[in-house]
């Protein structure tokens, strides 16, 4: 299946290309298929679909990076090659499917992206953005929004 090229101004008034793997998972809609994530994870996402991710959550490029485990060496490597490498691009993945599921849960982008920056009790006070560094982790924060989702106090 081919995913739909989704366009948007640039900060130079040109059209750019949409950032495909963080759009699907923000906006649900699902075009890509697994296989055709995977590979582009493999490849090594753009730089474009990182600064989409630091847009959505409303935080300097630098603490992303750090949510994604790379130093400010590397983030300013990975700007001039304009690619993240296959790890960087899984994590960041993972932090969009989060995003989703937050939106989901809690009704809208500002909650979710509120949420995913606050320190919850069930995770140590840790916020979810800092549990999610890990697939554990990650995956913690999937299951609370899970309970959060059924009203099961946590």
Known sequence: MKS??????GRDGL????????????????????GEILARIRRGLPMAE??????MFGI????????LAM???????????ERLD???SDRLVRFARLFA????????????????RMPARALGF????????????????ENLLGRIEHGVFT
């Open 126 to 141: 840790a916020t979810p953005l800092e549990f999610a560094e890990t697939e554990a982790g990650g995956r913690e924060v």
């Open 86 to 88: 296959p790890l960087e």
């Open 15 to 34: 059209r750019v290309e949409e950032p495909a793997v963080v759009y699907e998972y923000a906006d649900s809609a699902r075009d890509l298929e697994t």
């Open 60 to 67: 300097s490029a630098e603490e992303l990076a750090k949510h």
């Open 101 to 116: 599921r937050a939106r989901e849960v809690l009704g809208d982008s500002t909650a979710a992206r509120d949420w995913l």
């Open 50 to 55: 990182f600064e989409t991710l630091r847009d």
């Open 71 to 81: 130093s400010r060496s590397t983030l300013v490597r990975r700007r001039k090659t």
């Open 4 to 9: 739909k090229q989704k366009q948007r101004p």
